[in-house]
């Protein structure tokens, strides 16, 4: 198994596309701090995205980025431009696109050079959508990621989301049976390929996949979390010592190998408990722990409920987000 994979899985990542927009001429669209992780990719044309406490980043065309953390974030044609909100305009789409700023057409009757120099129908085309995650997401996903990932679309790591985003325009303009499907596992593709070339973190699991040494350690114990695994097992698979690995993985990771292990075990057994998926007996061995009552020690050292407590909790109304209440 993959840990990206996994976690990707165990937070219930799901990727849906939105209207796109449109700008022409000046024009700024402030958007309110989304639900989700936003991304959005600049198919054609320049603009300038401006996200709350951050410094100003120019896309150009290709360009993509995900909004990481839910910020206030605008999208403009240029600097100093007065805003307007997003909601009205976006309720306002007709045939899929929200349009900003004044849309001109060139005359018919122009002669070519000066159809060249007057201004496209749209200076600017942008889709977009969001990622939604269960509420482990924050912790074990979101919170080892840049506040904005920008992907510029002029580089050859870029590649497979230039594919990815040519046949999501296509899906949303044929809009062939199953299109909205398509696009939203297209989109998890994006996600996907962005992930990959983030910077890796200075600590955290995301940093270890890129270790030559904890990747290997990280890999075998999400495939096959309920072995018991000893450091010095964990240490072959890298075909290092027991010692290096120790010490390797706290650098990297930030936690011991067995810390890491017992982690996962328990953000398994929650996801588990969340979906009511067997007794607490049953958990407790598919996870790595030989009885129930081994399980019940380690999730609330590390939750600080015991895993009925935990389950009883999931039966109270959630939050008004719909969220449920996640471990403590």
């Known amino acids: 198994m993959d840990p990206l994979e996994d976690v990707l899985a165990l937070v219930g ?23 989700g992780v936003k991304f959005n990719a600049v198919r054609s044309g320049r603009c300038l995205l401006s996200v709350d406490g951050l410094e100003p980043i120019a896309l150009a065309p290709g360009d993509c980025f995900l909004l990481i953390e839910p910020r206030a ?23 899929g696109i929200a349009r900003a700023g004044i849309r001109t057409t060139a005359d018919p009757g122009m002669d070519e050079a000066t159809k060249s120099n007057t201004e496209s129908d749209d200076d600017v085309f942008i889709i977009g959508g969001r990622f939604d995650f269960g509420h482990r997401a924050g912790e074990i996903l979101l919170a080892a990621l840049p506040p904005v990932i920008h992907v510029p679309g002029d580089t050859p790591a870029a590649g497979a989301l230039r594919w990815a985003l040519d046949l999501i325009d296509t899906e949303m303009r044929d809009r062939p049976m199953g299109s909205t499907l398509v696009t939203e596992h297209l989109a998890m593709v994006m996600l996907i390929h962005i992930l990959r070339l983030v910077d890796a973190p200075p600590t955290g699991w995301l940093a270890g996949l890129g270790d030559p040494v ?9 495939a096959r979390p309920a072995d018991p695994w000893t450091v010095a097992d964990l240490a072959r698979t890298a075909a290092v010592s027991r010692s290096t690995l120790a010490a390797r993985f706290r650098q990297v990771v930030g936690r ?43 999730f609330k050292r590390v939750t600080g409920q015991s895993p009925r407590e935990y389950r009883r909790s999931l039966t109270v109304a959630p939050p008004p987000d719909g969220h449920r209440p996640p471990p403590a």
Do not use: C, K
């Open 214 to 222: 904890v990747a290997p350690a990280l890999r075998v114990m999400h």
């Open 73 to 95: 974030f605008t999208l403009a044609s240029g600097p100093g431009v007065a805003t307007v909100p997003a909601g009205p305009l976006f309720r306002a789409a007709q045939d």
């Open 13 to 35: 990542t799901t990727g849906r596309m939105s209207v796109a927009l449109a700008g022409s001429g000046e024009w700024a669209v402030v958007f309110e701090p989304p639900d």
């Open 256 to 298: 011991s190998p067995l810390d890491y292990l017992t982690g996962w075990r328990i953000e398994l057994a929650a996801d588990r408990l969340r979906r009511d998926d067997g007794t607490v007996a049953v958990i407790a061995r598919g996870v790595g722990y030989r009885s129930e009552s081994a399980l019940s020690n380690a």
